[in-house]
């Protein structure tokens, strides 16, 4: 019996893996801006010149971690939210999980909220791959009102319930986060209910019920 090694291309691809991971948990902590090759060096074990061999620049390493970000609030958010029947479940599934991720502090979903305030004066491509990401957010959510099946208004505006939205949701980070607020969470799902409630189709007119002879 022999046993099969690991080519040196998969080993590679899981090292690289690894620094992923640790790069995404350090910019949780530190800031994506002060994320350097030399920082995951010390947190990995890892040479410098065995990170500049997977990334070759800050840069590229920042770049690597925003999407690896993205990924996992893709997995964790949005995937399983668009598995709900369209309109209010699916809007809901996607902020309760948004909410619970939140909650439990994951670093992946939690970095974008972090790194927007410190790169939105920074210019470059690092911003520009984390505006990308939030936009594809908004472009979601506009998706899922708009794709509603009568779940919702007719005349109901995705691209304003995305920004109602998001408002919810950069509100509750703050005031759970900073300000250690304990009705944070109910306060979201207060303002939440407010705006499915605004979305609600408009009740279909009731006919008059001949079948009682009733006449005027």
Not at 41 to 65: D, I, N, P, R
Not at 165 to 175: N, Q, R, T
Request: overall charge positive.
């Amino acid at each position: 019996m022999t046993t099969a090694t690991a080519s040196p291309h998969t080993k590679g691809e899981r090292t690289r893996q690894t620094i992923v991971d640790h790069g995404v948990a350090t910019a949780y902590r530190i800031g994506l801006g002060r994320l350097t090759i030399g920082e995951l060096a010390t947190s990995t074990g890892l040479s410098k010149s065995g990170l500049y061999a997977h990334f070759g620049s800050k840069e590229t390493l920042q770049l690597a971690v925003l999407d690896e970000a993205a990924t996992r609030f893709t997995d964790a958010v949005i995937r399983p939210a668009l598995q709900a029947p369209r309109g209010e479940p699916r809007l809901r599934a996607l902020f309760d999980r948004w909410v619970r991720s939140g909650t439990a502090r994951e670093p992946g979903v939690c970095l974008f909220v972090k790194a927007a305030t410190e790169l939105d004066e920074q210019p470059g491509p690092v911003r520009d791959r984390l505006a990308a990401h939030h936009r594809a957010l908004i472009a979601t959510i506009e998706t899922v009102v708009r794709t509603s099946d009568g779940g919702f208004r007719a005349d109901a505006d995705g691209r304003q319930v995305a920004a109602d939205l998001y408002g919810v949701m950069l509100s509750f980070y703050l005031s759970h986060r900073l300000l250690r607020d304990s009705a944070a969470e109910h306060h979201a799902r207060t303002t939440f209910e407010a705006l499915l409630a605004a979305l609600a189709p408009a009740p279909s007119p009731t006919c008059p019920d001949h079948a009682t002879g009733n006449r005027p």
